[in-house]
Structure formats: structure tokens, C-alpha cells
């Protein structure tokens, strides 16, 4: 089954965290690390679970939260910085 949450759009932050069989992807993460982890809380997720993040654009109210998944061990790779690949 596949889930959708919004877990917050606007100005103050915007994530969506979607789950769909062994996915867990996190769309943008503009709450801080507190904010984002009590959002996440509440939806019954785990920050250690995320398979993958999905940042629309480099704008504070889309990157905040980055921090939370590198202390929960979420490694970054990114594929595509912009701009050209």
C-alpha cells in the first residue's frame, strides 16, 4: 500500500513523507530537526527508516531537518546538485 503525508507546506517548512512497501522517502524537509522528528512521530515513522530524500530546491523552508537524518545515520549522496548533471 502506498501512503502520503503532508506534514507540513508553507513558509514555515515543507516535507511530505511518502511509504510504499519497503520506501520510505522524505519530499523536502524544511522543519528543523526537533520539529521534523515530533512530525514524524506523530505519522508513526522512524527517521532511521528513510530509504531517500527528494529536495525540490535548496530554499531553508525545503533543507532545515537535513540535519536530524545525519545524526539518525542517514548518509547523503547526492545524484544531482543542479544545474547541469
Known sequence: ?????ILGS???GNA??????????????GFGPRQLSQRLQ???ADPTQINAVLISH???DHVKGLRLLNRKGFE????HRGGNP
Open 10 to 12: 508553507g513558509s514555515g
Open 76 to 79: 547523503r549522496e547526492p545524484t
Open 42 to 44: 506523530q505519522i508513526g
Open 58 to 60: 535548496e530554499h531553508s
Open 16 to 29: 511530505i513523507y511518502l511509504s510504499s512497501g519497503n520506501a520510505r522517502i522524505l519530499i523536502d524537509i
Open 1 to 5: 500500500m502506498t501512503r502520503l503525508w
